[in-house]
T-cell receptor, first 109, second 115 residues
Framework: RKEVEQDPGPFNVPEGATVAFNCTYSNSASQSFFWYRQDCRKEPKLLMSVYSSGNEDGRFTAQLNRASQYISLLIRDSKLSDSATYLCVVAGTASKLTFGTGTRLQVTL | GAVVSQHPSWVICKSGTSVKIECRSLDFQATTMFWYRQFPKQSLMLMATSNEGSKATYEQGVEKDKFLINHASLTLSTLTVTSAHPEDSSFYIC???????????FGSGTQLSVL
């Protein structure tokens, strides 16, 4: 079993749609959780950290369920510029990250 | 602006040659840097952890004699792909850990193509 599993997609959605990505992780000792965004052949960029209480940043909402070892990302009112690959990332320490394979999102007109 | 500089951005080389990739932290000292590899449509896979002044720690399945890592200063780590072969063609990316705010910064990546 992979340490971090994601549906690779692609998710093709129209502008303005709401889309949700899910991720599961296998190591129950994991301490930190993140969503990163990666554009093609670019470095990943931190989108947001994920907390047990859930957190929101504009159109993006992240949730963590430690009991189920499950992380989610919700994007509301999708924009064309949201098209990218979204990486679920789990860390045992602040610096050592384990990446999921990523979920590709394509937002269309 | 970028806080981690990675060079070159892309390189094409012949099979059997060695390629060196540099990763520099620009405005902070990084005792720990990480090297990842990403094949098309796959996730970033950690190859090794680069420790300043000591030997790198390699992940299982990564050949330390093929992927030489040197972290001789607090701001520079290098990855040398020795005797590169076409199957080594990949996107290589580094990251550096800034202790002061516990943040990880990524370089812009290096696309290696071995002919």
């Amino acid at each position: 079993r992979k340490e971090v599993e994601q549906d690779p997609g692609p998710f093709n959605v129209p502008e303005g749609a709401t889309v949700a990505f899910n991720c599961t992780y296998s190591n129950s000792a994991s301490q930190s959780f993140f969503w990163y965004r990666q554009d093609c052949r670019k470095e990943p960029k931190l989108l947001m950290s994920v907390y047990s209480s859930g957190n929101e940043d504009g159109r993006f909402t992240a949730q963590l369920n430690r009991a189920s070892q499950y992380i989610s990302l919700l994007i509301r009112d999708s924009k064309l510029s949201d098209s990218a690959t979204y990486l679920c990332v789990v860390a045992g320490t602040a610096s050592k990250l384990t990446f999921g394979t990523g979920t590709r999102l394509q937002v269309t007109l | 602006g970028a806080v981690v500089s990675q060079h070159p951005s892309w390189v094409i080389c012949k099979s059997g040659t060695s390629v060196k990739i540099e990763c520099r932290s620009l405005d902070f000292q990084a005792t720990t840097m990480f090297w990842y590899r990403q094949f098309p449509k796959q996730s970033l896979m950690l190859m090794a952890t680069s420790n300043e002044g000591s030997k790198a720690t390699y992940e299982q399945g990564v050949e330390k004699d093929k992927f030489l890592i040197n972290h001789a200063s607090l701001t520079l780590s290098t990855l040398t792909v020795t005797s590169a072969h076409p199957e080594d063609s990949s996107f290589y990316i580094c990251s550096a850990f800034r202790v002061t705010n516990e943040k990880l910064f990524f370089g812009s990546g290096t696309q290696l193509s071995v002919l």
